[in-house]
């Protein structure tokens, strides 16, 4: 038998686990916790046959920690540890399940008597359970997880009609080779970008939530369903051979549509559906969980919130092409930085070829087209693809991720706008270093003639080009800057006792009579009236 304790104080944990000669009496001490809730979270891990716990612990206390446990595991035999003695603790220690209430200092004999008792309990209670009614309780608890078991591999071909038939009755089904089935796959719509309660990792909840509804309503329809290995809901609707297929597709139909509007109506999110398209034997079943399958991929041609028919895909369909002006102007928008150009030139390439687009494969060539032009825009630029597209690039690396024909535009539409506001950045990150650069060179020669001219041929760019980003940035002309430069200068020498000659000097004014005139003007006073 396995024992777990539970105790806060680290001496009598210690010494309830080391001085106890448990392994003597055929007793395994397989973990200890110091509070309710390491203990809690240990209990499943560990699966203790007896547990020993303190009842005043940090976090959570003793009888709620067993009510907890009991719950978990009703044949888990507590003893509680108390230093109450008192009738109240005892009869709640009791109404939830403990066996045991003993009360510290007990001695080591006591708590051992105690643990050795709640281990004879359990043995009897395990030879009771082994008997065929306990059995039978037991699998009647199992039987929903078994026949999900049995229905994926079914549907995933794993089983012949003869075998189907059999195992279907191990788990109580009773399969006629005559039947009519037909087959839906149902699967979460991707969150929208608005979406702000859920996100990319409740995926697995929003999918066990919508198998939970369909599974209520369908509780009493006779259908059964079943969550495939990527945790869609699978829907096997059976009939019997003298109903028209027409009119089984039909309740199908009708029937996963009803569905879906009750998930969207409790969840306030959309899910799809694909549906077979013809009915199928028992044989089938792995043909037409197929076909319901490709359907739903045809959300990327006919968007979200939507049942889907499943439908050959016409043969000989033609290359995708595009306008060759369109595309140019998409490249010339984003190097551009126009994001508003980008996204229009964007959403018109895309529109062009959805309306060719017949098939999932159509769909499939569009997205790849764009993931190339988008690649080799960025690439162009001596940029990495995932430093630009941020979040978005998992569906550079694998485009099969985007399922929806929304979920496909909304990527392409925030790209464009990622890659328009990476260039306007890298071009202001660039504007703003050749404007220091500038601003540096003003600060050193303030004591010579500095011109628009002289400083853009320094930095081999044209004076107009220049002239325009320098005011951009400043908000003024290069003129009024240098001179307001050259101005503070001066005066602040002349305030710190320079002679007018030198505060010309050190401003880069040769003509002393010149500098005085700008001086006055500038100013209001001549050089030789600012007193320190």
Same mark, same amino acid.
């Given at each position: 038998?396995?024992?777990?304790?539970?105790?806060?104080?680290?001496?009598?944990?210690?010494?309830?686990?080391?001085?106890?000669?448990?392994?003597?009496?055929?007793?395994?001490?397989?973990?200890?916790?110091?509070?309710?809730?390491?203990?809690?979270?240990?209990?499943?891990?560990?699966?203790?046959?007896?547990?020993?716990?303190?009842?005043?612990?940090?976090?959570?206390?003793?009888?709620?920690?067993?009510?907890?446990?009991?719950?978990?595991?009703?044949?888990?035999?507590?003893?509680?540890?108390?230093?109450?003695?008192?009738?109240?603790?005892?009869?709640?220690?009791?109404?939830?399940?403990?066996?045991?209430?003993?009360?510290?200092?007990?001695?080591?004999?006591?708590?051992?008597?105690?643990?050795?008792?709640?281990?004879?309990?359990?043995?009897?209670?395990?030879?009771?359970?082994?008997?065929?009614?306990?059995?039978?309780?037991?699998?009647?608890?199992?039987?929903?997880?078994?026949?999900?078991?049995?229905?994926?591999?079914?549907?995933?071909?794993?089983?012949?009609?003869?075998?189907?038939?059999?195992?279907?009755?191990?788990?109580?089904?009773?399969?006629?080779?005559?039947?009519?089935?037909?087959?839906?796959?149902?699967?979460?719509?991707?969150?929208?970008?608005?979406?702000?309660?859920?996100?990319?990792?409740?995926?697995?909840?929003?999918?066990?939530?919508?198998?939970?509804?369909?599974?209520?309503?369908?509780?009493?329809? &006779?259908?059964?369903?079943?969550?495939?290995?990527?945790?869609?809901?699978?829907?096997?609707? +059976?009939?019997?051979?003298?109903?028209?297929?027409?009119?089984?597709?039909?309740?199908?139909?009708?029937?996963?549509?009803?569905?879906?509007?009750?998930?969207?109506?409790?969840?306030?999110?959309?899910?799809?559906?694909?549906?077979?398209?013809?009915?199928?034997?028992?044989?089938?079943?792995? /043909?037409?969980?197929?076909?319901?399958?490709?359907?739903?991929?045809?959300?990327?041609?006919?968007?979200?919130?939507?049942?889907?028919?499943?439908?050959?895909?016409?043969?000989?369909?033609?290359?995708?092409?595009?306008?060759?002006?369109?595309?140019?102007?998409?490249?010339?928008?984003?190097?551009?930085?126009?994001?508003?150009?980008?996204?229009?030139?964007?959403?018109?390439?895309?529109?062009?070829?959805?309306?060719?687009?017949?098939?999932?494969?159509?769909?499939?060539?569009?997205?790849?087209?764009?993931?190339?032009?988008?690649?080799?825009?960025?690439?162009?630029? &001596?940029?990495?693809? /995932?430093?630009?597209?941020?979040? +978005?690039?998992?569906?550079?690396?694998?485009?099969?991720?985007?399922?929806?024909?929304?979920?496909?535009?909304?990527?392409?539409?925030?790209?464009?706008?990622?890659?328009?506001?990476?260039?306007?950045?890298?071009?202001?990150?660039?504007?703003?270093?050749?404007?220091?650069?500038?601003?540096?060179?003003?600060?050193?020669?303030? +004591?010579?003639?500095?011109?628009?001219?002289?400083?853009?041929?320094?930095?081999?760019?044209?004076?107009?080009?220049?002239?325009?980003?320098?005011?951009?940035?400043?908000?003024?002309?290069?003129?009024?800057?240098?001179?307001?430069?050259?101005?503070?200068?001066?005066?602040?020498?002349?305030?710190?006792?320079?002679?007018?000659?030198?505060?010309?000097?050190?401003?880069?004014?040769?003509?002393?009579?010149?500098?005085?005139?700008?001086?006055?003007?500038?100013?209001?006073?001549?050089?030789?009236?600012?007193?320190?």
């Amino acid at each position: 038998m396995n024992l777990f304790i539970v105790e806060d104080e680290i001496r009598l944990r210690n010494s309830l686990m080391h001085h106890i000669p448990w392994e003597d009496h055929g007793i395994e001490v397989i973990g200890t916790a110091e509070n309710g809730l390491e203990a809690l979270r240990l209990f499943e891990r560990k699966k203790p046959d007896i547990v020993l716990l303190d009842i005043e612990m940090p976090q959570m206390d003793g009888i709620t920690l067993a009510r907890k446990l009991q719950e978990l595991d009703p044949l888990v035999k507590q003893i509680i540890l108390s230093g109450h003695d008192n009738f109240e603790f005892a009869q709640a220690a009791m109404d939830v399940g403990v066996m045991k209430y003993l009360l510290k200092p007990a001695g080591d004999e006591e708590i051992l008597k105690a643990v050795l008792e709640a281990a004879e309990q359990l043995r009897q209670e395990l030879e009771r359970i082994s008997n065929q009614a306990m059995l039978q309780e037991k699998w009647r608890q199992h039987l929903p997880q078994l026949r999900s078991s049995f229905f994926r591999r079914w549907a995933e071909g794993a089983y012949s009609l003869r075998e189907a038939v059999q195992y279907g009755k191990d788990v109580q089904l009773d399969l006629k080779p005559d039947r009519q089935l037909a087959v839906a796959v149902l699967d979460m719509d991707p969150l929208p970008e608005a979406e702000t309660r859920f996100g990319p990792k409740d995926r697995q909840l929003l999918l066990f939530s919508l198998h939970s509804i369909v599974s209520e309503l369908l509780q009493r329809s &006779g259908h059964w369903s079943f969550t495939d290995p990527e945790g869609r809901t699978v829907i096997l609707f +059976d009939a019997g051979p003298e109903e028209d297929p027409n009119d089984v597709l039909l309740h199908a139909h009708t029937t996963v549509t009803r569905l879906l509007g009750k998930a969207k109506e409790c969840l306030k999110l959309t899910a799809s559906a694909g549906i077979c398209g013809a009915t199928g034997g028992p044989e089938e079943l792995h /043909k037409l969980y197929a076909q319901a399958g490709k359907a739903l991929l045809c959300r990327k041609v006919y968007g979200r919130d939507i049942a889907i028919p499943y439908r050959e895909e016409p043969e000989g369909t033609s290359a995708l092409t595009v306008q060759p002006t369109l595309e140019k102007g998409l490249e010339i928008a984003l190097e551009t930085g126009d994001p508003g150009k980008a996204e229009e030139l964007a959403s018109a390439l895309w529109t062009e070829g959805m309306d060719r687009a017949v098939s999932v494969d159509d769909v499939h060539e569009h997205v790849l087209y764009f993931v190339s032009l988008l690649t080799r825009t960025i690439q162009r630029q &001596g940029w990495r693809v /995932k430093e630009v597209t941020g979040d +978005d690039y998992v569906f550079f690396h694998n485009p099969l991720l985007l399922t929806t024909k929304e979920q496909i535009q909304a990527w392409l539409s925030r790209t464009v706008r990622h890659i328009a506001a990476y260039v306007q950045n890298q071009r202001q990150c660039i504007s703003h270093e050749t404007v220091r650069t500038i601003l540096d060179i003003v600060e050193k020669e303030l +004591d010579s003639e500095l011109t628009l001219h002289t400083v853009a041929d320094r930095l081999y760019v044209n004076s107009s080009y220049l002239s325009r980003l320098f005011k951009q940035e400043t908000g003024k002309p290069f003129s009024t800057y240098v001179l307001e430069r050259k101005m503070d200068a001066a005066k602040a020498a002349l305030l710190k006792g320079a002679k007018v000659y030198d505060a010309a000097m050190l401003t880069g004014y040769r003509d002393v009579s010149y500098f005085t005139k700008v001086f006055r003007k500038y100013w209001g006073v001549t050089p030789g009236e600012m007193k320190p």
